[in-house]
């Protein structure tokens, strides 16, 4: 072989070989997934307005916490500064994070009828901003279910509208959790007319309430009107209800979902917290993670 042959074939092998690593890190890279952050709710870990759920959430092995802004007992609970810096300060010791606040108290007196309700989600933003969360999930179960209530929505849509400016003020989303169709909750955000008012979006709460998730998570996310999820299973572990969560989360990549997973409820008849949760995060990761 003269020379010239040989720096031809030394090329060409140079080529090939450049082309196949090329080729490797580029489905290296197309199959790598982007880890969500995973939290629980502080309800669902039994420890609801309590600093030491971030001690658990670490043994349970959680990034973060999903906070209750207040209780039956105390309506202002996370407005105040004193309980704000003691979750700041459990969440610093524990290395687990202040992901989102929630406002259940809504479920027994609702937003759709009880004025007092709008000062709880304007002090929600308050608390929100202080404790540096981006999210608020305003609950609608219960006593504050919006399914074919028109009364009930008319009034939420005036009160959303009442409180949006404060929220995009101070840069934080209102997020919707409910049993509506992904329709009717686009309805009630374009009638608001804020980007600051979302959806927490629940696929259990969708199948229950005879709606599809697999094509509700699409239509929502086509708006990015998504802002948080949970991941739960009425009386079952995560992975046994039926809920196809692989195929929930294909559906978040495809809309390019960026916010926190949290675990609520997926508590089984007969067992305890204790139980259960080790074995729901250790599912949640899998697919997550």
Sequence with gaps: ?????????????????????????????????????????????????????????????????????????????????????????????????????AIGQLNSVPLKSEPKTVDWVSGSIDAAKALGVKVVLLAFFSNNDLRNDDTGKKV???????????????????????????????????????RNVQVYYDPRNAADAGNDP????????????????HLKENEFLLGQGSIDWPRIRQLLDEINFKGWAHIEGAVPKGKTVDESYPLNVSYAKKIFG
């Design 1 to 101: 072989m003269n020379r010239r042959t040989l720096l031809r074939h030394t090329a060409l092998l140079t080529a090939v070989c450049l082309a196949e690593n090329l080729d490797a890190f580029s489905r290296t890279k197309t199959n790598v997934r982007k880890r969500y952050p995973l939290g629980a709710c502080d309800w669902s870990l039994g420890r609801a307005c309590t600093p030491d759920v971030f001690e658990y959430a670490k043994k349970m092995g959680l990034d973060g916490v999903q906070l209750s802004y207040n209780s039956r007992k105390d309506e202002t609970y996370l407005l105040r500064p004193e309980n704000q810096q003691a979750m700041r300060e459990a969440s610093k010791k524990s290395g687990v994070k202040i992901a989102s606040l």
């Design 156 to 194: 939420v849509i005036e009160r959303l509208k009442q409180l949006a400016p404060k929220a995009e003020k101070q840069g934080i989303i209102l997020a919707i959790e409910s049993y509506l169709s992904a329709q009717e909750h686009l309805d009630i955000i374009d009638a608001v007319g804020s």
């Design 214 to 229: 697999y094509t509700e998570i699409p239509m929502l996310g086509k708006r990015k009107l998504i802002c948080e999820v």
